[in-house]
């Protein structure tokens, strides 16, 4: 993120411990609109966790987190917040899990309304809703599923169940189940590691097109070569913080930390 422009999201000094065990151990870092950051790091550095406190799914110890210059987690008056507010938090960031995490039990559209179509009921019933009626509410939300599709390449799909498809189809569905939520930040924790190889390429080329789109997106990922073409800022976790942090052509072609030297040269003569 340049100086001069306007942050979204504003993460400082993010820790969080399990037990005796301290994880993330004071995590800052902005990024702007449409900004595409990669994390990366070996495992154990803190990287999942760190996206799960993003989310709400975990809750870190201490820190703030900012979205659009409003604070929107602190740590000191989380106890403070309603569940519907903390719902309501949660709403601000979509999350791809690495496992896909789709209902079997719902064929691929009704995978992508659920949700929706749950959160948008809740709206009308409080008013807030831009639908009167559940029937429009309805009818929207399966346009945009179709939409979604489209733009994933599963619409053929819709039909289908998740045990039908492949794995790199399951991740397309779960990205555009995320997206049907319409978050300002969509994290992604390594979404191609469950995939077999010639799998991998068709959901890396689904996130490089939502780049074109100007989505925002935090990637948490071991493919080294994704991160440095598709990436604006890489983030190197190592042992629970941030041990480099910059411009992904800077970082990759000129690492100074000693631990990251380490573990690029590892990651690409795996390649």
């Given amino acids: 993120m340049s100086k001069n422009e306007k942050a979204l999201l ?9 037990g005796k065990t301290e994880v993330l151990k004071g995590i800052d870092f902005t990024m702007g609109k449409g900004e595409v950051v990669a994390i990366i790091g070996s495992s154990g550095s803190g990287k999942t966790t760190l996206l799960r406190c993003l989310n709400f799914l975990e809750t870190p110890d201490v820190g703030t987190i900012s979205l659009d210059e409003k604070v929107i987690f602190d740590a000191e008056n989380h106890k403070k917040l309603s569940d519907s507010e903390i719902r309501s938090n949660r709403l601000h960031f979509g999350l791809v899990f690495q496992s896909f995490n789709l209902f079997p039990q719902y064929n691929v559209k009704r995978n992508l309304t659920l949700a929706a179509e749950l959160l948008e009921f809740e709206k009308i019933k409080n008013g807030s809703s831009q639908y009167k009626e ?3 509410a309805v009818d929207a939300i399966s346009k945009k ?29 779960a990205i555009a189940r995320a997206l049907a939520l319409e978050p300002e930040v969509l994290c992604f924790d390594e979404p191609t590691s469950a995939l077999d190889p010639e799998l991998t ?9 939502l780049k074109n789109t100007n ?10 070569e994704f991160a440095k073409n598709v990436a604006d800022t890489i983030i190197y976790m190592a042992d629970g913080v941030i041990e480099e942090m910059g411009p992904s052509q800077e970082v990759f072609e000129n690492p100074k930390s000693e631990k990251l030297k380490s573990f690029l040269k590892s990651s690409f003569e795996k390649l």
């Fill in 10 to 18: 504003e993460v400082k000094n993010i820790r969080k411990s399990f």
């Fill in 215 to 224: 989505k925002t997106m935090i990637v948490v990922t071991h493919e080294m």
């Fill in 201 to 209: 390429g068709e959901v890396l080329k689904v996130i490089r097109e």
């Fill in 134 to 136: 559940k029937k429009d």
């Fill in 145 to 173: 599923a179709d939409e979604l599709l489209v733009q994933v390449g599963l619409l053929e799909k819709e039909k289908s169940y998740p045990c039908e498809l492949s794995g790199g189809q399951q991740q397309r569905v």
